[in-house]
């Protein structure tokens, strides 16, 4: 995760020069620490049983998968998002055990989520600097 994702939301910051490298790491860090204290438990019960049910090898497979995924782009240098690799793990395995299984509905919500956040903070970002 702190390859890509703390890398993704820091990378401005230092880009601009208004915090180091290691500065954007320890808030990085700790910013991911608090994520998962507040919201880890919504989220692990949609990864655990909202987009496919996963038994233990399944959930294993999974996360070994999103695991390769990351290492293999972070190696090329593209930027991505875990969230990504996870939901796309998660339908890997409902497709091979049975596309049925797959909530068809939480994946488009969640595709909408991906494609309508560029968009959101686009505009935000836009009127801010306007107004």
Excluded at 90 to 115: F, S
Aim: contains cysteine; hydrophobic residues 50%.
């Amino acid at each position: 995760m702190g390859v890509n994702n703390v890398a993704n939301v820091t990378g401005v910051y230092v880009g601009s020069g208004l915090i180091s490298p290691f500065i954007a790491t320890l808030l990085g860090g700790v910013a991911i620490a608090l994520g998962a204290i507040i919201y880890g438990r919504g989220v692990i019960t949609t990864i655990r049983k909202r987009i496919v049910p996963l038994d233990e090898f399944s959930a294993f497979i999974a996360i070994f998968s999103e695991a390769i995924t990351m290492h293999m782009f972070t190696q090329i240098g593209v930027p991505v998002s875990t969230s990504h690799a996870t939901v796309g793990s998660l339908m890997g395995i409902g497709l091979v055990e049975n596309h049925r299984t797959i909530n068809k509905r939480m994946v488009r919500n969640i595709a909408i989520g991906w494609i309508a956040t560029p968009f959101a903070t686009g505009i935000i970002s836009y009127l801010s600097v306007i107004c």
